[in-house]
């Protein structure tokens, strides 16, 4: 189990191989996404506190929150479009924690449950396909109903 100086540590060294990648070889961000979503991964558990899971690409969920609630991790670089849930595997996190990679910065679009998330997207070949548009009203509502000071 990494300690969360660790993950800290992983997420700084993440950010210099991304940027290094971006500016010193020209790529896309898009074109790494496998770099963008362990980075991801890593900034979401430093942002609850929390672990990775036990396994890399472990079947539904990323990061288990300290209270035990499992967290699937979407990272995208896209500014519109979709991101996609796996139909078969969705409903093993209880919260989905959408974040955009911007410039060499991470923000969080969408954390919130998952459950809001599958009543919300649509459903395409049979996974579940959110609008980033969409997660960000999502988390408009849910930032609207949280009583002040509460978050």
Sequence with gaps: ???????????????????????????????VRHLIGRLGEIHAALLVKGQLAHKVNQHGFDVIDPQGQCISVKTTAQTSGF????????????????????????????HGPMALVAQEARDYRGN?????????SLQARLNAAQPPGSA
């Design 128 to 136: 579940l396909e959110l609008d980033l548009s969409k997660a960000r």
């Design 83 to 110: 991101v996609t849930l796996s139909g078969k595997t969705h409903s093993k996190a209880q919260q989905l924690m959408l974040l955009q990679y911007v410039q060499g910065e991470l923000s969080t679009v969408y």
């Design 1 to 31: 189990m990494l300690t969360l100086s660790q993950l800290d540590i992983l997420r700084h060294q993440y950010l210099a191989l991304l940027k290094l990648e971006v500016e010193a070889f020209g790529v896309q961000p898009t074109e």
